[in-house]
């Protein structure tokens, strides 16, 4: 094998691959004539299948035209499954028009030179002149030398006043370009769009060393043919090219087959309401953070192979069926002849919530052996874990905090592995049921009730919950299970509702797009609260609203609450990463903490004062202190709803004026004089006024004419789906012309399949995230109200097939690939799919 075989194969093995290339003379002849060129036909049918291929990414940077390429590859220029992204005029035509604006000057300019090459080319056989949106060539290999020396002399002496003109000078051809043009920012840009780790160039020209030399280390350039350059490799000729993206094909294929990623809907929630625990499709605990949702890990292999888990491995372990237990989290995984039940002692659970206390129970039945791998990893695996024999079970060391598995009658190998050991264990089922207890919070190994007993305690905990709300007939029991995971989200001792039970899992595969979502943000608990109450229960929006009056009555002011606080109601350190973790699906890095509590999100006051209206509106008692707490919110709208923030997607970059922004501020006094009215037999003119100068602002700025839609910020052209804020809140008549042209403008420029895309503009971060399907059930409403309930209808059933085998959703769903992405469970998903049901219902649709 050869450097360039090594280097090429090394390349194919990375999580997110990009394999770029010039068009002329690498995967075109060199033609006499450019409109008799054609792609090689072998080539780009393996640049496509590259395309097509996961997390794999093609791209043709050329000087042609994108008119051009788009006949020659006879494929949109957007890429996708086999389609590999297109970029023309050497960087300066990309999908959707040009890079650049085009000034006054570069038309005058690019008029100008067309005059020039059309004299020359009329004057000058075997000459020929193309125009491009943005450059003129000059092409003269069919011209005698003589001639064409002459006409180069008069071309230079005639456009060098021309202010602003780039030349690229190639073989028997010269470009005069009104734009710098540079394949280099072509291909940084194609990179940071695609998420790439690692990059392939393939090229022959002068005008490709400007991709050569942007290259990264561990990055492949493989220059075409004879000449100084840049890149790291050569072949001889372009007959070589065929041979390059075919041993790329062959290694990312085998690469991809190898990767056998465990896809996140597939895994099942285990809570008591202090933590929550996930189970994979094998059975076995991949994620575990102790005491609280929001600490450090025990159990997270989630994230990282060694990084902790605990395995149940049948003597003939095939797939296994999973499935929860009636209306509970009580996890049954069942293979031909074993099982195995998993479940957390919810009623020891709250007895122990205030003492800290967590009993993660695991019974294995039926007939057969097993091995048990028992291998926790304290802190992510960053602090030594080792294990000590004691009657009954084993005791974990290495930690402040008394950990104990209580393993009657089950004998233990210490295996060491670095600074941790695993406990591993044969059981034969011929002797019976065996229980396995994981204690936190306690070191002693005597038994509080009978396992039967305890479990039917947990039943009891969540089918009796459930059994109180009041469901829609569409979808009942996604709708039920989304409510119980919103439930199993809520940290019991304080009322906090956690975004998600994780951290870290990719937004885009194997790119930067991971955050730690183990918190309570006061906007997504507020949502999810109050999703519970429209199904009937009010209990958990009560305890939010207790712990939100704490949050508020220890902020600074009312205006200054943070965007998002942990379980306990303390602020957020600082957001860090794990350097040597190598993440979900090599997805890094992994990060604990989140940067955006030191953000201003000033979207949080509307939910917060939504909760309350709601509570009124369901007759349940609202007190002083939740009064207290409408009349601060709207204190802090007043003050503040004139200043830019960063919004509800917590982009990391400067502050806009977010129409969904003031949309919320608008809501929060809107709902707020509801409360007045129906809670407090008050009214507010100043309120109203207040209400009616927002109103007037969003409708005054927020529209973009042009656009023919809201859009993300004031005087901004891009889409956002939290714009449907708008409609849905009733600051504007869902029927008025200007909310159906947004919520249209949105299905068509932000809906990929059942999902429902953020936004598509360049936030500042590479990679590309899948549809949120919160925003899919934001436009199912937004088309409900518009009169479209076939079409929601329609939606919302395509939106639930993204829901795993147990009925749980991830954050985001990545139409090309099918997988679920994004922390899990997410309460945004879940509480989107109740208020979506919830709608249609409402419309008539069943």
């Known amino acids: 094998m050869n450097a360039l075989e090594t280097a090429l194969r090394e390349a194919a093995r990375t999580p997110v691959l990009l394999v770029a290339s010039d068009f002329d003379g690498t995967l075109s002849d060199l033609a006499p004539k450019p409109d008799l060129a054609r792609p090689d036909a072998a080539c780009l049918a393996l640049l496509k299948s590259l395309a097509s291929m996961h997390h794999t990414h093609a791209s043709i940077i050329s000087g042609r035209t994108m008119a051009e390429l788009k006949n020659f590859v006879g494929e949109q220029d957007g890429g996708g499954p086999g389609r590999p992204r297109l970029v023309g005029s050497h960087g300066v035509e990309i999908p959707g028009g040009l890079s650049i604006g085009m000034s006054h000057r570069c038309r005058d300019n690019l008029h100008a030179v067309r005059k020039v090459v059309d004299r020359l080319t009329a004057n000058v056989p075997g000459t020929l002149m193309e125009a491009k949106p943005a450059s003129v060539t000059f092409h003269f290999r069919g011209a005698e030398k003589a001639a064409v020396a002459r006409a180069l002399d008069n071309l230079r002496d005639e456009t060098r006043a021309l202010e602003g003109l780039h030349v690229l000078e190639g073989d028997c051809v010269i470009e005069l370009c009104v734009f710098p043009p540079d394949k280099g920012a072509a291909l940084d840009a194609v990179r940071q769009r695609t998420g790439a ?18 290259l990264r280390p561990g990055d492949v350039g493989v220059k075409v043919g004879p000449g100084a350059t840049r890149a790291n490799h050569r072949v001889e000729n372009r007959s070589m090219v065929e041979w390059c993206l075919r041993v790329l094909v062959e290694e990312r294929t085998a690469y991809l087959a190898s990767r056998r990623i465990v896809p996140i809907e597939r895994h099942n929630l285990l809570s008591d309401q202090r933590t929550v625990a996930l189970i994979d499709p094998r059975g076995s605990l991949a994620w575990l953070c102790l005491p609280r949702i929001d600490s450090a890990a025990m159990f997270s292999s989630l994230l990282g192979h060694g990084r902790g888990s605990w395995e149940i491995i049948p003597e003939h372990p095939g797939d296994p069926v999973q499935e929860y237990v009636g209306d509970t989290f009580i996890l049954r995984t069942r293979w031909e002849r074993m099982s195995v039940t998993d479940y957390f002692d919810c009623a020891a659970g709250r007895a122990y919530q205030r003492a800290g206390r967590t009993e993660l129970i695991r019974v294995i039945e039926g007939a057969g052996r097993a091995t048990i791998r028992f291998a926790p990893r304290l802190d992510f695996g960053r602090a030594a874990t080792r ?5 009954g079970g084993l005791e974990i060391e290495g930690w402040s905090d008394p950990v104990v598995l209580i393993a009657r009658g089950v004998s233990w190998r210490l295996i060491d592995d670095g600074p941790h050991q695993t406990a591993v264990a044969e059981i034969d089922l011929a ?5 396995l207890e994981l204690r936190y919070g306690t070191a002693s190994m005597h038994s509080n009730a009978p396992e039967g007993q305890r479990r039917e305690q947990a039943h009891k905990f969540w089918s009796g919950w459930a059994s109180a709300l009041k469901l829609p007939a569409l979808k009942r029991d996604l709708v039920r299970r989304s409510a119980l995971v919103l439930k199993a989200l809520a940290h019991g001792p304080t009322g906090a509702i956690a975004a998600a039970g994780t951290t870290s ?3 885009h595969l194997g790119g930067e797009r991971n955050w730690d979502y183990r918190f309570c943000w006061p906007r997504d608990a507020c949502l999810a609260a109050s999703a519970l109450i ?26 200054r609450i943070h965007p998002v606080y942990t379980v306990a109601g303390t602020h957020l350190g600082s957001e860090a990463e794990i350097s040597d973790m190598p993440g979900y699906g090599d997805s890094r890095p992994v990060r604990v903490g989140n940067a955006a509590a ?5 979207d949080v006051f509307g939910p917060i004062v939504e909760l309350v209206a709601l509570l009124a509106e369901s007759d349940a008692p609202i007190t002083p202190e939740h009064w207290r707490l409408v009349e601060a919110m709207v204190q802090a709208v007043a003050l503040r709803w004139q200043e830019p923030d960063h919004g509800i997607w917590e982009i990391r970059g400067p502050k806009r004026h977010h129409v969904h922004t003031k949309a919320m501020c608008w809501h929060a006094v809107d709902r707020a004089i509801t409360v007045a009215e129906r809670g407090m037999g008050r009214t507010r003119s100043d309120w109203e006024r207040l209400r009616e100068a927002i109103g007037a602002d969003v409708l005054a700025n927020g529209w973009d004419p042009h656009i023919g839609a809201f859009t993300a910020a004031y005087g901004e052209d891009a889409l956002d789906a939290s714009v449907l804020a708008v409609g849905l809140t009733g600051l504007i008549d869902p029927r008025d012309d200007r909310f159906v042209r947004t919520v249209e403008a949105i299905e068509k420029g932000l809906r990929r399949g059942p999902t429902v895309y953020r936004y598509l503009c360049d936030d500042g971060l590479a990679g590309e995230e899948g549809g949120w399907l919160i925003c899919t059930a934001w436009l199912i409403e937004s088309m409900v109200k518009c009169g479209r309930s076939d079409d929601a209808r329609s939606l919302f059933d395509q939106m639930c097939t993204c829901a795993g085998p147990t009925g749980l959703l991830a954050e985001e769903f990545d139409p090309p690939t099918g997988m679920a992405l994004g922390n899990f469970p997410q309460a945004y998903s879940h509480l989107g799919v109740i ?6 219902e409402k419309a008539g649709i069943v």
């Not at 294990?387 to 009657?391: F, K």
């Not at 002797?431 to 229980?435: A, Q, W």
């Not at 208020?835 to 249609?840: D, G, I, M, Q």
């Open 431 to 435: 002797e019976g049921p065996v229980t």
């Open 835 to 840: 208020n979506a049901a919830l709608a249609l």
């Open 505 to 507: 899992l990719p937004e």
């Open 197 to 214: 780790g690692r990059a392939v160039f393939l090229g022959d020209d002068v005008t490709d060393e400007h991709a050569f030399e942007v």
């Open 534 to 559: 429209r199904l009937g229960n009010t209990g958990i929006a009560m305890k939010l609203l207790d712990w939100m009056a704490g949050i508020v009555e220890r902020a600074e002011s009312p205006d």
């Open 598 to 602: 030191n953000q201003v999100q000033l």
């Open 387 to 391: 294990l000590v024999r004691r009657e």
